[in-house]
């Protein structure tokens, strides 16, 4: 049981490049997120999905655009990449909207210069 | 949701329990105590939560005062690999806040020898 598995685990990028981070969980989980960690800033939600075909903004939403085609993953990308995307990308999966239960992935380290 | 406030730091002896402190003075009535860590590197992991009882799990204990205005995380021998971040978040359960798990600064718990 792999749980969350996020591709890549380390890119750096040039500005204005494009990318796509990928997240994957055989948990059959119905709730799919992702975060940034920012240092001093704690953890805070881009965009969230529901369920397969669905998805939806969270805190902080500008610059990144996200798909759920698949019920098991949720990817994230950055059309144009900025060095303010420079951070520490975590993607998570929950059975419910409760608060325990979330599986995180081990992240991916994005820098962008 | 009620604002919680913990040590910066903590240190621990392997083999002994460590008690991590939270405290949420203006926790309603509505609101679960959850604690998280998060391990160098790693993506937060879940560990438990409670309203006003007692709980425990195979990670650990939660004690949460009567008046439930602090609560304690005990890990009953803690470990090496215990040492992380641990966060103590409060917030009310389920409903359509997906998601919004703020983790805050937390307590550095540093396991020695």
């Known amino acids: 049981n792999a749980g969350v598995t996020q591709t890549p685990k380390f890119r750096v990028l040039k500005t204005g490049q494009s990318m796509t981070l990928l997240c994957a969980q055989d948990m059959n989980h119905e709730y799919m997120y992702w975060y940034r960690q920012d240092p001093g800033m704690g953890l805070r939600l881009i965009h969230y999905?529901?369920?397969?075909?669905?998805?939806a903004k969270g805190e902080v939403p500008d610059g990144y655009n996200v798909s759920r085609l698949k019920k098991q993953n949720f990817l994230l990308g950055l059309e144009s990449a900025a060095p303010s995307q420079t951070s520490v990308y975590f993607c998570?999966?929950?059975?419910?909207?409760?608060?325990?239960?979330?599986?995180f992935g081990s992240g991916t380290r994005l820098t962008v210069v | 949701d009620a604002k919680t406030t913990q040590p910066p730091s903590m240190d621990c002896a392997e083999g002994r329990a460590a008690n991590l402190p939270c405290n949420h003075s203006?926790?309603?009535?509505?609101?679960?105590v959850y604690w998280y860590r998060q391990i160098h590197s790693q993506g937060p992991q879940y560990i438990i939560h409670?309203?006003?009882n007692n709980e425990t799990n195979e990670m650990a204990s939660l004690i949460i005062t009567e008046d439930r205005k602090s609560s304690t995380l005990i890990l009953p021998h803690a470990t090496l690999r215990d040492t992380a971040v641990y966060y103590c978040i409060v917030r009310v359960r389920g409903g359509t806040s997906y998601g919004k798990l703020t983790f805050g600064q937390g307590t550095i718990l540093t396991v020695h020898p």
């Open positions: 998570a999966s929950s059975f419910s909207t409760d608060n325990y239960g979330y599986t």
């Open positions: 203006t926790i309603s009535g509505n609101e679960y």
């Open positions: 409670g309203l006003k």
């Open positions: 999905s529901v369920g397969e075909g669905t998805t």
